[in-house]
Each structure stands twice: as structure tokens, then as C-alpha cells.
């Protein structure tokens, strides 16, 4: 990428005092979660810090979310740890794999690849974050209590029989302590870093108390020299494996993040550019021996709500840490494992989706039979499978509902010419700002994206009128696509109506827990305009008493 005078300043320079403000609160955010994630990993601390600073600064600079901070994430440390788990004192296949992963990455980047993740369906992605949830707490229940961490859920779940045995008072003392405090400064202040004032506080503790706890032990104080991970060509099947998969999953974090950054900020993200970013990234961790990473949600919102715009605040998140690494890596050292387990413990609470998990006995059953399956196939078998077989059982059902659905109607024809009769009483200027969104047959997870891309493309509207009546269903994934639209319009002041929404698409949404404001809807297209009329005529009347 040509880094001439006008990208620097679009990208780097338009926000210096935010970004340089955003990426430092990232930086202290990722601290703890990095060092955490690199020792779940079985890796060690210094490795996932590696890949922070590796990941930060690449994927923010070539990336294409601006404001979007990379790094180490509990699904690319859960598929860290398996690999390292499967092939104990051979920390390079896991580089090697993270190195393939960036090549995959970039590749899919230049084949515009980056665009399918709009249309993965909702109940995948729920059931496969969290079933990453459910593995980060299942292998760092030992941790909290001094045992070694488990590589997966099975062999975590196998140590737990020995913790009465094993069972270290002073860590199960830390990890209270740190998860205590972790949740209670928030009360306090949202504003303050509660997990690194926890793990400076837990850390602190244990040294004044002498406690015997293990630790993180000692961190280099400089990055290694890039080179090539050493493999023998018997390996070379488990690395292209592994980095396949480390790509995919990657792949699907960052741009889920980068759509959440977009509701945030009202901004589109470039999904190829982002893959490209990712890739270059991942290359360059598994050239300096650190953890994979991804777009992570937690640091790239601190870093957006602190004032971060641009790609300059990813990079100085990334920037910071390597400070840290050159100049605090000695006090590093001693930070008690038990501190970063209940860390962890906390991440893996978050990342699990509690919205859907609290509404699941009334979402419909195709789609919280798709978010179980994935689900346990992430817990039990395997990530990748996991979201294929999603995927292929979403569609399959969704194809079954659509052959069963009864859309076939008689009614009147509403021609051209009425609907002219209809809108010729309406002022130019509003006739020429009021749109309608016919919506042609099922609102699922292959038309979510349209509806939300459209959001940009009526700027000028002052009314839009959502047409339902051709809808005959409504996925989970419709209903959340359908809300976030609707977010969107409203916040450029866009008064958003309904018309034509059948009993059973109302009750969907009402089950899924949709944030959808329901006040205007109409049975027919003809009531609408009348409420535009409405609206218009107590608009005019208020700014005639105003100007009275």
C-alpha cells in the first residue's frame, strides 16, 4: 500500500489528539487480556504480548476499520492452546500455523472474500461465541485455584478431580480478589481500567504478603529477530490444518467486531482491506513467535468511546504495549496467574450471548436449534466444524420453512395510478425526502445484509416506509439486522414506519427480543401517508407557535 501525503492524512493525521488518547485507554485494556490469553495458550505471557504489538500495529495500519484495535481473542487462543495441547514442546507449529493464517488471510483479502461474512446467520454466530465463552471458563478453572492450565474443555473438566488434592489457598485468595474488584470499581466508575487496577492490585498483594502463588515468571524485555518457524515435513499437514482454521476464525472475529464498530460509529468498514490487515498481522506473529490474533470488540470500543477515529489509534495501542514490553516487562514477571485466570474468567463470561441465551425458550425453535447445535460442536468437536455445520443446518431449515410457509394471497391490486392519488396531496419537498422499502420475500441472514447496506443509501430521506406485506418470515438474524437499520435511521432523524406486518413476523420479533419501536405501523400503505400528512401538518403547526 503506497502511503502517499493524502492517505496519512486521512487515515493517520485527521484525529491525532483522540487517536493518540483512544489507543492509549486500549492499550491499558489489552495489557492484562494479551498477558492472560498468552498464558492460556500454554505459550507464555510474553507470547501473547508479541502478538499484540505484532497484530495492534500492522492490522490498524493496513487494516480497513478505522478505530479497530487487533490482538490476541479468546477464539484464536482457544485453537492456540488445542494445537499446543496436541503437540506439547512444539511452540513453533503454532507460529507456523499463525504465519499460514495471515498468508490465507491476505489471500482472502485479494479475492474480495471479505464480503461473505455479511451473511452468516445470527443463531452460528451466537452458538459458536458462546461456546468460546464456555471453553475459556472451563479451562481456567484450574488456574484459579494454582493448577496448571488445561489445552481443552475435556482435559479441564478430567483436573478438576484432583483440586481437592492440589487445592492452593493463596491463589484461590487472589483470583477472589481480583474478581472482586474487577466488578465492583465499574460501580465506582465506568471510566476506570477495573481488570489492570485488579491485576496491579491482586499482583501488589501477593508480593506484600509473600504468598506462594505461581507467576507469570520472566518476559523478555525486547521483540525476538523475525524468522521462519523451524517444521518438518511431517508437520506440514497439522500446519496448513491449523492454519486454515486460524484464518477462518480469525477472518470472523475481526469483521464481527468491525460490524459491531460500525453500529457504534456510523461508519462502513472495508471487509477485504480489514482481511488484508489481519493477514499481514498474523504473518508477522508468527515470524516473532506471538499468539494469533483478530479485531477485538472490548479494546476497539474503550478505543472508540476514548475518542479514537482513525487508524493511528490502533497503532498507538499496539505502540504502547511494546513500550510496556521494553520497559515493564521485570514487574510483569511477577504477576500471579491466579490474577489473569479470573481475568479471563470475566472474558469468557462476556463473550458469551447472554441476549439470546435469556430469550432462547421463546426464540424460534429452527434457530435456537442451530445456535445449540454449533453450540456443542464448538465445546465438543471442533470451531471450524462447528460453523460449517451451522451454516449448512440454517440453510437447510430455512429452506424447509420457506417451502412450508403459505404466501400465496388474493387481493386487490394497488396500481400505479393510485398510489399517485395517494401522494399527490403530500408536498414536493416530502414526497421527494419519503421513501418505501418494499421488502420482497423472507427476511433472513442472505438478505440482512441489503437491508443494513441501505441505511447510506436513503441519507436524504425524512420518512421510510418499511412494506412488509410480501414478507412471509423472519429469521433471527432479520430481526437484528432489522433493528440495527432502524437504529441507524433514527439516528439521522429518519421517522421509520410500517406497513403490512403480519401477526406471526410481530411475534418473532416480540420473541427475539428485537429493540424494534412498533407505534406506526398500518395495515395499509394508505395509512401511512395519511400519518405522513400528520406529522407534517403538527410539524408546520408547532413552527408557526414556535415562530408565534
Not at 489481519?278 to 508477522?284: A, D, E, H, I, T
Request: charged share 15%; net charge neutral.
Amino acid at each position: 500500500m503506497h502511503l502517499n501525503s493524502g492517505f496519512i492524512r486521512s487515515r493517520l493525521l485527521s484525529n491525532p489528539i483522540g487517536d493518540l488518547i483512544g489507543g492509549l485507554m486500549a492499550a491499558i485494556v489489552a495489557l492484562p487480556l494479551c498477558l492472560a490469553f498468552g498464558v492460556a495458550s500454554g505459550l507464555g505471557a510474553a507470547a501473547g504480548l508479541y502478538g499484540a504489538i505484532a497484530c495492534g500495529v500492522l492490522a490498524a495500519l493496513f487494516g480497513g476499520t478505522p478505530g479497530q484495535c487487533s490482538g490476541p481473542t479468546g477464539p484464536m487462543t482457544v485453537v492456540a492452546a488445542a494445537i499446543y495441547s496436541a503437540n506439547p514442546g512444539h511452540p513453533e507449529l503454532v507460529f507456523a500455523a499463525a504465519l499460514l493464517a495471515g498468508v490465507f488471510q491476505l489471500a482472502m483479502g485479494v479475492m474480495k472474500a471479505g464480503q461473505l461474512i455479511a451473511y452468516m446467520p445470527y443463531p452460528v454466530i451466537s452458538g459458536f461465541m458462546t461456546g468460546i465463552g464456555l471453553i475459556i471458563i472451563c479451562i481456567e478453572l484450574g488456574p484459579l485455584f494454582g493448577l496448571p492450565t488445561s489445552g481443552n474443555v475435556v482435559s479441564a473438566m478430567l483436573s478438576v478431580q484432583t483440586l481437592p488434592a492440589l487445592f492452593n489457598r493463596d491463589a484461590a485468595v487472589i483470583s477472589v480478589f481480583t474478581l472482586a474488584l474487577s466488578y465492583l470499581l465499574p460501580i465506582v466508575s465506568k471510566r476506570l481500567p477495573a481488570t489492570l487496577i485488579a491485576l496491579i492490585a491482586a499482583t501488589w498483594l501477593s508480593l506484600v504478603l509473600q504468598m506462594d502463588v505461581p507467576r507469570i515468571g520472566e518476559i523478555p524485555s525486547a521483540l525476538p529477530l523475525p524468522g521462519l518457524p523451524e517444521i518438518k515435513l511431517t508437520d506440514i499437514n497439522v500446519v496448513i490444518q491449523n492454519g486454515l482454521a486460524l484464518a477462518l476464525l480469525g477472518a470472523i472475529d475481526s469483521l464481527l467486531t468491525s460490524l459491531v464498530l460500525d453500529k457504534v460509529t456510523g461508519r462502513s468498514h472495508n471487509s477485504d482491506r480489514e482481511l488484508i490487515g489481519q493477514g499481514l498481522g498474523n504473518m508477522m506473529a508468527g515470524l516473532i513467535g506471538g499468539l494469533p490474533g483478530a479485531g477485538a470488540t472490548m479494546r476497539s470500543m474503550v478505543n472508540v468511546k476514548a475518542g479514537g477515529e482513525t487508524a493511528l489509534s490502533g497503532a498507538v495501542h499496539g505502540l504502547v504495549l511494546l513500550a510496556v514490553l521494553f520497559c515493564l516487562s521485570g514487574i510483569a514477571s511477577q504477576i500471579p496467574l491466579a490474577a489473569l485466570a479470573a481475568i479471563l474468567l470475566i472474558v469468557g463470561i462476556s463473550i458469551m450471548d447472554w441476549r439470546v441465551l435469556r430469550s432462547l425458550r421463546k426464540t424460534p425453535r429452527r434457530d435456537a436449534l442451530v445456535m445449540l447445535t454449533v453450540l456443542a460442536l464448538t465445546i465438543f468437536v471442533d470451531l471450524i466444524v462447528a460453523v460449517l455445520v451451522g451454516v449448512a443446518l440454517a440453510s437447510i431449515l430455512f429452506v424447509k420453512q420457506l417451502a412450508d410457509a403459505q404466501v400465496s394471497s388474493i387481493t386487490n391490486l394497488d396500481t400505479l395510478e393510485e398510489l399517485n392519488d395517494l401522494t399527490e396531496h403530500i408536498p414536493e419537498n416530502v414526497r421527494k425526502s419519503t421513501y418505501t422499502y418494499v421488502l420482497n420475500g423472507p427476511l433472513f441472514f442472505g438478505e440482512a445484509k441489503n437491508l443494513t447496506s441501505s441505511v447510506d443509501k436513503l441519507s436524504a430521506a425524512k420518512y421510510v416506509i418499511l412494506w412488509f406485506s410480501n414478507v412471509p418470515l423472519i429469521d433471527q438474524t432479520g430481526a437484528f439486522a432489522l433493528e440495527t437499520a432502524i437504529e441507524k435511521w433514527k439516528a439521522k432523524g429518519i421517522q421509520v414506519l410500517f406497513v403490512g406486518i403480519q401477526p406471526h413476523i410481530r411475534k418473532t420479533l416480540e420473541d427475539t427480543e428485537a429493540k424494534i419501536d412498533m407505534d406506526h405501523c398500518f395495515d395499509r400503505f394508505e395509512r401511512a401517508i395519511e400519518a405522513i400528512q400528520a406529522f407534517e401538518a403538527k410539524a408546520a403547526a408547532d413552527q408557526l407557535e414556535h415562530g408565534g
